[in-house]
């Protein structure tokens, strides 16, 4: 059958290859190149971009961005098995696909990167949260990246984008939606993956802000919020006290009633009492 690009079908990449998938590197192919376009659509336009692609697998979604355009494409894959396959992705796309093999914790991806980077990935379930706090949290803002297009299992999609006021809203959807504006482009039954996984998944799509939403120490924001949502039953003037012997006041100052419960605060009010607890004006 032919395909995007004029490579074998994924299915035979595969078999030619003998990359049977592996639980322990969270392995669930696309196998779908129709698919892995649109999911590269979803990052937007690539063709002035580096994209930086985590756990490229036997090369689904790394062919679709190619397919759509993307100036160079930096594949970090930590299975070895599929260099051969990638290889011929590499071969098929001259000077635009650079493949490292190792463990995307480790790597230090800014050597291989020329900006403005998108980064696009179908994340190994067991690592794609680190790695998306880690690129909310680097050093200095703005990050690296321009754009963060992921998949996630659709609870950690959905705990990325919440609003105050439900189970789901928590320390992700504050880092996040702090620091990025976050929504959901994509959902994807199990059936979509090769092995199916056993939950649902969905592509997050994250623009950097230029800077945070509202103003806070970084530090300060995130031991606020760690604090609140540890104990996010109780209430704020109670699970917060710790912070401050006045915590009462702060709470007020930010405008939160201190019977609040973390789970009911927008970000603008953790930021303000953020702001209150460093002694700035609010
Ligand atoms: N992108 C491919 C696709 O969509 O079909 C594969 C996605 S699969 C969910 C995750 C991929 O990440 C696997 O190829 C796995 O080997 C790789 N991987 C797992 N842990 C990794 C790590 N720490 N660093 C880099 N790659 C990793």
Redesign the pocket.
Known sequence: MATIDGLPPLRAVIAEHGLSARKS??????LDLNL?AKIARQAGDLSACDVLE?????G??TRGLLAQGARRVLA????AR?LPALAEIAEAYPGRLEVVNA???ELDVLAHLTPPVRVVA???YN?GTELLVRWLTPPAWPPFWQSLTLMFQKEVAERIVAQPGGKAYGRLAILAQWRAEARIVMSLPPGAFTPPPKVSSAVVHLVARPEPLYPADPETLSRVVATAFNQRRKMLRSSLKGLSPDIEAHLQAAGITPTERAEQVPLEAFCALARSLDGAAS
């Not at 590197?25 to 696309?30: A, S, T």
């Not at 970090?76 to 299975?79: S, T």
């Open positions: 590197l969270g392995q669930n192919f696309l892995t985590i756990g490229p697998g036997p689904g979604l970090v894959e930590k299975d599929c463990d995307a914790l179908n994340l190994p690592v």
